[in-house]
């Protein structure tokens, strides 16, 4: 890419940029397109352009642009971090553990390796190892300071979800133990799914930073 092509680029990205803080998706998706259009090697303009699919609702652009991210940039953790987690929201929870994957070989403290193993653990029901691994999360969280307020929301989530169990397993009893704590159980998983939604789109806002 010689000097003026990639000036053009620059310019192009943050006026992407900016149009995407001023709310206007399709008009940020086309400057993103531009963008690449003119440097197709940025994993960052894709991921920003993954991102504003998101907003828009348009989850199957927004999981092949994060691929094309992953592509040209393997190592790109946080792009492989959001694409696992829109494939979690989506319901997709065995892609999204693949996805993630390779955030396991990351080290202990790694907070993106710890926020996956937390919704791991939460997509198989043990919400106290998920808590484990969100506060570890909170600890070793230094590089993205927006994820602890997420994290945070999760946590309380989950402990709400807890309380609301521990409390109908007690109401149960009385009534018909049978039925209650499965009826119980769907509701928990609805309340996560959707708090999970909520953290994808409060995440992606940030911007990835690579």
Request: net charge negative; aromatic share 8%; hydrophobic share 45%.
């Amino acid at each position: 890419m010689n000097a003026t092509t990639a000036a053009s680029f620059d310019e192009t990205l943050q006026e992407a940029l900016r149009i995407s803080q001023a709310n206007d998706g399709p008009a940020a998706i086309m400057l993103f397109q531009q963008a690449l259009a003119m440097n197709p090697q940025s994993a960052t303009t894709y991921c920003l352009l993954a991102a504003e699919y998101i907003t828009l609702g348009q989850v199957a652009e927004s999981e092949t642009a994060y691929a094309n991210a992953l592509m040209l940039a393997p190592d790109f953790h946080l792009a492989r971090f959001q694409m696992g987690l829109l494939q979690f929201t989506s319901a997709r929870v065995a892609v999204a553990l693949l996805t993630w994957q390779p955030l396991l070989a990351l080290p202990d403290n790694n907070a993106l390796k710890l926020f996956a193993m937390g919704f791991a653990h939460m997509a198989q029901d043990d919400f106290n190892a998920a808590l484990g691994y969100f506060e570890r999360c909170i600890i070793c969280n230094l590089d993205i300071p927006p994820l602890n307020t997420d994290i945070e929301r999760v946590i309380a989530e989950i402990k709400s979800l807890q309380e609301k169990s521990d409390l109908a397993a007690s109401n149960s009893a009385e009534v018909s133990p049978a039925i209650a704590p499965t009826e119980e159980k769907n509701d928990n998983a609805s309340e996560i799914e959707t708090n999970a939604h909520f953290l994808l789109n409060n995440y992606q806002q940030q911007g990835p930073a690579h």
